[in-house]
């Protein structure tokens, strides 16, 4: 989480991108020297018997507790064909963006100025996924201390279950390896982002007390339907173990989405367990997210089609390679078909989230087994919603907007793109592309899905819980 910027990109780097060796902005930024922020008031008592009493009834029954109730199953979870009661799972990146606005963002120092806490990392993307009606589960550790309590309290608001990642429940300590992460958020008066965290300033990962996955991460990572890792996982936890998860999830049947982010780069160059841990989880995954520039950063290809391709034939349990291209759109890519979709014209507001939502109606689309361009447009839609707010956190994609977007169905069409796209590709895959035109229109390579014609499809699916929601408490 190096300090870095959106609009316009960059290219990420591993270390910060001020001054190095000037702690300065770090000490600045630290919760404990910063006075602008509440001092640390820890529930200890309160979380640590909570977690002590998850812990027996993993240690009687094989079963995990949360926020949302128990979820079933027995203690066979090692063994395939166990009960998934869980759609989702994510693993690590679990932090709390404190979101400061300031006149400029900054090398060296940072001016006072307003002050916001949201859920950040995979929080965003567990919070989106529940909008859409899945049941969602964070494996992670969170510190018990005010900044804990306030990632916990916002995931059982959204009905998302905490599963924490240490078995002993003792296990607690002063020291700042076992405090919740935070990742400041900078935002210039012109909605641009500077990043930063305390793991920009160590070369080893946050939790590295953390070498083992604990019995209540075992049990739900077997009782879950989709397992989601990115790269920023690597930056808190160490490689054997989120190995270890892998192993776990292909053990028990449980389907795993990768997204390596801009840590792939630095990964594919890093140490050798974390060169072992991503080529392990690049081939292993069932679905993997990339944008497009981190898809050439792997593979060295610059055509997005032809980059996933690649990336799906080398890939043993690949089913989908998902190719992120912002504004203009996403591509799906399987063994034998290609699927394109434009994006939504949508007046952009935020970026920070978008990539989350995303990636969560991608586990919709993939669960509830959707043709790859209805997925797509419904992820397309998500993440556009998403951009259309102030931040991530409970500021992620409601579905009221998500089914305005799809119904308005303004798509970002450029003809000339895919057509160059799709072209360079040199694939001999028929191609289907989401498009405007109000008829099914065919080319030699080319399949237009009208637009309508999918919309009519999505609609259905979420309305009727729309509605629900609306006449809930």
Same mark, same amino acid.
């Given at each position: 989480?190096?300090?870095?910027?959106?609009?316009?990109?960059?290219?990420?780097? @591993?270390?910060?991108?001020?001054?190095?060796?000037?702690?300065?902005?770090?000490?600045?930024?630290?919760?404990?020297?910063?006075?602008?922020?509440?001092?640390? %008031?820890?529930?200890?008592?309160?979380?640590?018997?909570?977690?002590?009493?998850? /812990? /027996?009834?993993?240690?009687?029954?094989?079963?995990?507790?949360?926020?949302?109730?128990?979820?079933?199953?027995?203690?066979?979870?090692?063994?395939?064909?166990?009960?998934?009661?869980?759609?989702? /799972?994510?693993?690590?990146?679990?932090?709390?963006?404190?979101?400061?606005?300031?006149?400029?963002?900054?090398?060296?120092?940072?001016?006072?100025?307003?002050?916001?806490?949201?859920?950040?990392?995979? !929080?965003?993307?567990?919070?989106?996924? %529940?909008?859409?009606?899945?049941? !969602?589960?964070?494996?992670?550790? *969170?510190?018990?201390?005010?900044?804990?309590?306030?990632?916990?309290?916002?995931?059982?608001?959204?009905?998302? $279950?905490?599963?924490?990642?240490?078995?002993?429940?003792?296990?607690?300590?002063?020291?700042?390896?076992?405090?919740?992460?935070?990742?400041?958020?900078?935002?210039?008066?012109?909605?641009?982002?500077?990043? &930063?965290?305390?793991?920009?300033?160590?070369?080893?990962? %946050?939790?590295?007390?953390?070498?083992?996955?604990?019995?209540?991460?075992?049990?739900?990572?077997? $009782?879950?339907?989709?397992?989601? !890792?990115?790269?920023?996982?690597?930056?808190?936890? &160490? @490689?054997?173990?989120? *190995?270890?998860?892998?192993?776990?999830?292909?053990?028990?049947?449980?389907?795993?989405?990768?997204? @390596? =982010?801009?840590?792939?780069?630095?990964?594919?160059? =890093?140490?050798?367990?974390?060169?072992?841990?991503?080529?392990?989880?690049?081939?292993?995954?069932?679905?993997?997210?990339?944008?497009?520039?981190?898809?050439?950063?792997?593979?060295?290809?610059?055509?997005?089609?032809?980059?996933?391709?690649?990336?799906?034939?080398?890939?043993?349990?690949? $089913?989908?390679?998902?190719?992120?291209?912002?504004?203009?759109?996403? *591509?799906?890519?399987?063994?034998?078909?290609?699927?394109? /979709?434009?994006?939504?014209?949508?007046?952009?507001?935020?970026?920070?989230?978008?990539?989350?939502?995303?990636?969560?109606?991608?586990?919709?689309?993939?669960?509830?087994?959707?043709?790859?361009?209805?997925?797509?447009?419904?992820?397309?839609?998500?993440?556009?919603?998403?951009?259309?707010?102030?931040?991530?956190?409970?500021?992620?994609?409601?579905?009221?907007?998500?089914?305005?977007?799809?119904? $308005?169905?303004?798509?970002?069409?450029?003809?000339?793109?895919?057509?160059?796209?799709?072209?360079?590709?040199?694939?001999?895959?028929?191609?289907?592309?989401?498009?405007?035109?109000?008829?099914? =229109? !065919?080319?030699?390579?080319?399949?237009?899905?009208?637009?309508?014609?999918?919309?009519?499809?999505?609609? @259905?699916?979420?309305?009727?819980?729309?509605?629900?929601?609306?006449?809930?408490?």
């Amino acid at each position: 989480m190096a300090l870095r910027t959106l609009n316009p990109p960059i290219s990420w780097s @591993p270390h910060p991108s001020f001054v190095p060796g000037d702690r300065s902005l770090l000490r600045i930024l630290h919760p404990w020297h910063d006075p602008w922020l509440p001092p640390l %008031a820890g529930a200890r008592i309160r979380r640590g018997a909570r977690a002590a009493a998850a /812990a /027996a009834a993993v240690a009687r029954n094989g079963r995990f507790h949360g926020g949302g109730g128990e979820v079933g199953g027995g203690g066979e979870g090692a063994r395939r064909g166990v009960k998934k009661d869980v759609d989702l /799972a994510t693993l690590g990146n679990l932090c709390v963006d404190i979101v400061l606005s300031v006149p400029s963002l900054p090398r060296r120092r940072l001016r006072r100025g307003g002050r916001i806490w949201r859920a950040g990392g995979n !929080c965003n993307l567990a919070i989106a996924a %529940a909008r859409l009606g899945l049941h !969602c589960v964070t494996l992670g550790h *969170v510190g018990e201390e005010i900044y804990g309590n306030f990632l916990l309290d916002v995931l059982r608001d959204e009905s998302i $279950q905490f599963v924490g990642m240490n078995d002993d429940a003792e296990a607690t300590s002063s020291s700042s390896s076992y405090e919740t992460l935070l990742c400041w958020v900078l935002v210039d008066p012109f909605q641009r982002h500077g990043f &930063c965290s305390v793991t920009d300033f160590s070369e080893e990962p %946050a939790f590295n007390w953390l070498n083992k996955l604990s019995s209540q991460v075992k049990v739900a990572i077997q $009782q879950s339907k989709i397992i989601f !890792c990115n790269g920023y996982a690597f930056d808190e936890l &160490c @490689p054997d173990v989120l *190995v270890s998860a892998l192993e776990c999830a292909i053990d028990s049947g449980t389907a795993v989405f990768f997204d @390596p =982010g801009p840590r792939g780069k630095t990964l594919l160059h =890093g140490t050798s367990g974390e060169q072992r841990a991503l080529d392990l989880f690049l081939r292993f995954s069932d679905v993997l997210l990339l944008t497009a520039e981190e898809a050439e950063s792997l593979t060295g290809i610059t055509n997005p089609i032809r980059a996933g391709q690649e990336l799906a034939r080398k890939g043993a349990r690949s $089913q989908w390679v998902i190719i992120k291209m912002g504004s203009k759109g996403s *591509v799906l890519i399987t063994k034998s078909s290609i699927s394109c /979709a434009p994006a939504f014209k949508v007046n952009i507001v935020d970026t920070v989230g978008c990539g989350d939502s995303f990636t969560a109606a991608i586990a919709f689309g993939f669960l509830k087994g959707m043709p790859a361009v209805n997925t797509l447009a419904l992820a397309n839609a998500v993440g556009a919603a998403t951009a259309m707010g102030c931040g991530a956190g409970r500021n992620v994609a409601h579905l009221d907007k998500v089914l305005e977007l799809l119904k $308005q169905s303004n798509l970002n069409e450029d003809d000339e793109l895919w057509s160059e796209i799709i072209t360079n590709s040199s694939s001999d895959s028929r191609v289907n592309l989401l498009s405007k035109s109000p008829i099914n =229109g !065919c080319s030699d390579q080319l399949l237009r899905v009208p637009t309508r014609s999918v919309v009519s499809e999505l609609l @259905p699916m979420f309305e009727a819980a729309y509605e629900r929601s609306l006449t809930q408490p």
